[in-house]
């Protein structure tokens, strides 16, 4: 068929003739279920249920349910949020709440207090991790969560969140990776830049400490 | 004729003297057969219909207005659930209009996902359409099975690519959310090639049926005039012989690269919206198979585009592109913050329901129900 | 774009000599500019479009709320003689296409006086049906009363319902059913409406 910009085809559905023989049309249909269900007992893409919870239909590597927080090493010292609250702001049901940890003198100690999600109210939609500039949030594939505390069993602070990088590795392997090449070569930068930063420091020094000898020396 | 009463009780109420009596009966909000909570305040003549007032907002959430609290990023896993039988259509048509309004280029590759996504969702549409309205001619139960089983593998496919069956939040500004996994064009090709035979066994299963004949020929036809005045678009109004596609007459994304037909009914009948979905298919199935042929490489996504603290400049845009159920669009008004001032959607099922009541008038009850069901509504969009 | 518009103008104001068009530019990347029209000539014009031009197909009305005049002049900018409106007002702004001609859009804009008083409109339902819930809606929704419309009643929101949700100064209502959440503000709230949970 050729490609002919905006000329109708007029293609009027062909509808066979009112009553042709009448029956006809529901013999074919009913050959069509027959087909269906004998077929749905040896051929497999007719079998299109599974036992659950016996069997489990394979999950997609990439399904997304709710989110969850990384941690390296450490659950608490080594949870990768600092408590920007660019997710509370970004989420559309606003389902997250943050709160800034601070120390006795109200300076931030870059992390959260209180990070709860409400799982009856977040909609999946992973906008938290696609928003998050510290790589520490990040959708999980876990759906098994019913619950018989309607509030405080879907309310899910920072100890059920929070999950270790290992975690991560293994739900989602391509993304963590490469999450993980790029935090250690910020890392490596960063004390690359700070060995830098000391070795100026103490060159500074020197030079400082020679010219005051120097100069002591003059006098 | 009875006026509509301006207070509805919910039983059955009998009108008039004994000789003309009229019955009024509440048709939903929780039936079967109204595809949701949507209910219909009929009058009726013994069968007849004599008056019929849709009644609306049961699934009514101000969509429009929390938008206008959040940013521009946050309303799109919202339109996912305006119609959530195509969540990735809602998606173009809101994409483009924020292209639109901040001038934003779309990427070769990105073009070609969308095209492929938005044909999938029309399949994934119509064929939940042919289970649908048999359920409505009371055939509930194998049609339904049918389409949905083929359905599944659409979301399937749907699943391995945004990480959701349904809510797909999956278009950005400027192009999708990620790119392609490995893999995933060759499964949807072979989809593509065995969704034809799928196609042909349904056909065999519904158009020749004497009792979908008997009962969907000759009922709810308007005029074509009637149809366009009314803001009918989509499927309603190309049964009825009416060329008017927005897809190739007012060309978005890159539809003016593929060769396909825009099928046409003559009378417009409920018969004719049912074969109409099945000829629009066979042409899904065209431009799917020629989008996979030519997916080039390259961006998914504008990379210019910045996802955090997105504001468009000043100005207002009104974008529209050819949904599954008709002509969806969105209006936004911005004022250079980073929340729309004003976020409008054009939603298809909602007008395509003006005429309800003209289809209906004069015929039987039954007929409501097949009449109704023929527009496709979706009641996340109709209440939004 | 600006000079589809323009063309446009030009044919109503030579059909319709005395009608109150203005152009109205849209400084966004989109440049879908549009016509203002004033009340009393809408009908007259809309109707000249869908029978002369061949705009047959009325897809969208938009409602929107104007709590600051200045606001609506940075995105719709007006030029040339009559200064716009100082105070707020409502606006409905029309989406017309031609199905025959396949053209569009032609967008339309009108105008009420005020929010509170004079907020009439006239409904075009008797030219297009396509407006018959839709004007319903912004009926609805923003309290604009559209003079001529046959069924002017609430849609999405129940009838006994008082206020007009979308407009920008609503007040949404605090009397929801007490619910433990994170949110400090709506368990703030919460805890306003029902004093009797003020110790929990």
Not at chain 2, 34 to 58: A, C, I, Q, W
Not at chain 2, 150 to 156: C, F, S, T, Y
Not at chain 3, 142 to 170: A, C, N, S
Request: a negative charge; proline letters at 6%; aromatic letters at 8%.
């Amino acid at each position: 068929m050729e490609a002919q910009p905006n000329t109708p085809a007029t293609s009027p559905p062909d509808k066979p003739a009112r009553w042709v023989m009448p029956g006809l049309g529901l013999f074919q249909g009913l050959a069509v279920t027959g087909k269906n269900m004998v077929q749905s007992f040896y051929k497999k893409e007719r079998m299109t249920t599974v036992q659950y919870p016996e069997e489990r239909a394979p999950i997609s590597p990439n399904f997304r349910n709710f989110p969850f927080l990384v941690y390296d090493n450490d659950p608490k010292a080594g949870l990768r949020c600092t408590a920007c609250s660019i997710c509370e702001k970004e989420c559309p049901p606003q389902c997250i709440y943050i709160v800034l940890e601070r120390d006795e003198n109200g300076k931030s100690l870059k992390r959260p207090k209180v990070f709860d999600i409400d799982l009856s109210v977040c909609m999946n939609c992973g906008i938290c991790a696609e928003v998050c500039p510290f790589d520490s949030i990040y959708m999980d594939g876990e759906y098994e969560l019913s619950t018989d505390d309607r509030f405080g069993g879907l309310l899910f602070g920072l100890d059920r969140l929070s999950k270790s990088a290992e975690y991560h590795m293994k739900l989602r392997p391509e993304q963590a990776s490469e999450v993980m090449a790029r935090r250690k070569a910020d890392e490596e930068k960063k004390a690359a830049a700070a060995a830098a930063k000391i070795a100026k420091a103490k060159a500074d020094a020197e030079a400082k400490k020679a010219a005051a000898e120097e100069k002591g020396g003059e006098q | 004729m009875v006026s509509a009463p301006s207070t509805y009780s919910s039983a059955p109420i009998l009108e008039g003297s004994d000789a003309d009596q009229l019955l009024r009966v509440s048709l939903g909000p929780q039936h079967p057969s109204t595809h949701g909570v949507f209910r219909m305040n009929v009058v009726l003549d013994g069968e007849t219909v004599v008056s019929l007032k849709p009644v609306f907002g049961y699934l009514h959430r101000n969509h429009e207005k929390i938008a206008e609290g959040v940013t521009y990023l946050s309303s799109m896993p919202y339109t996912d659930r305006l119609d959530y039988i195509c969540p990735l259509s809602n998606n173009w048509a809101y994409a483009s209009a924020v292209e639109k309004l901040a001038g934003i280029e779309v990427p070769e590759r990105a073009e070609y996902m969308r095209v492929i996504l938005a044909e999938l969702t029309r399949l994934i549409n119509h064929t939940a359409f042919m289970g649908f309205i048999l359920g409505d001619m009371g055939a509930w139960g194998s049609a339904l099975m049918y389409a949905f089983r083929e359905r599944e593998l659409i979301l399937d496919l749907f699943e391995d690519l945004t990480g959701a069956r349904m809510m797909a939040n999956f278009m950005r500004f400027g192009g999708c959310r990620n790119d392609l996994p490995a893999g995933w064009a060759e499964k949807c090709s072979v989809l593509v090639d065995d969704y034809g035979p799928f196609l042909d066994e349904m056909e065999k299963f519904l158009v020749g049926n004497e009792i979908l004949l008997a009962r969907c020929q000759d009922v709810g036809q308007l005029p074509k005039e009637t149809l366009i005045n009314g803001g009918i678009t989509g499927p309603m109004l190309r049964a009825a012989g009416v060329n008017y596609d927005i897809r190739k007459a007012d060309p978005y994304g890159i539809y003016e690269r593929f060769s396909f037909r825009i099928p046409l009914g003559d009378k417009g009948d409920c018969y004719d919206r049912i074969m109409i979905r099945f000829l629009e298919m066979r042409e899904s199935l065209k431009i799917l198979r020629q989008a996979l042929d030519q997916l080039p490489d390259g961006d998914y996504v504008n990379p210019k585009i910045k996802i955090r603290n997105f504001k468009p400049p000043v100005g207002e845009a009104y974008a529209r592109i050819e949904g599954p159920k008709g002509e969806l669009g969105f209006h936004l008004i911005s004022d250079g913050t980073v929340n729309p001032y004003r976020y409008r959607v054009r939603p298809p099922s909602f007008i395509n329901l003006t005429l309800l009541e003209d289809m209906c008038l004069g015929l039987d009850l039954a007929d409501v129900v097949i009449i109704l069901g023929s527009i496709d509504i979706v009641l996340g969009e109709v209440d939004r | 774009m600006i000079a589809e518009t323009e063309a446009i103008l030009g044919e109503i104001r030579t059909a319709l000599p005395d009608a109150t068009v203005t152009l109205l530019k849209n400084p966004g990347p989109a440049a879908q500019h549009s016509l203002l029209i004033g009340n009393d000539d809408l009908l007259r014009v809309a109707g000249f479009l869908r029978e002369a031009l061949a705009f047959d197909l009325l897809s969208n009305i938009t409602g929107v709320d104007w709590p600051d005049a200045k606001k609506a002049d940075a995105i719709a900018i007006h030029e040339g003689e009559g200064m716009p409106s100082e105070i707020g007002y409502l606006e409905t702004v029309y989406h017309l296409f031609s199905t025959t001609r396949r053209i569009g859009p032609l967008i339309l804009r009108a105008r009420t006086t005020d929010r509170d008083q004079q907020v009439q409109i006239p409904s075009l339902v008797s030219l297009f049906r396509s407006a018959e819930f839709q004007e319903r809606e912004i009926f609805d929704l923003y309290g604009i009363q559209f003079t001529g419309h046959p069924d002017l009643r609430r849609i999405l929101m129940w009838d006994e319902f008082v206020d007009h949700p979308m407009r920008k100064d609503y007040v949404a209502p605090d009397d929801y059913e007490y619910e433990p959440t994170p949110h400090d503000a709506v368990l703030e709230k919460a805890r306003k409406h029902y004093p009797s949970l003020k110790d929990e």
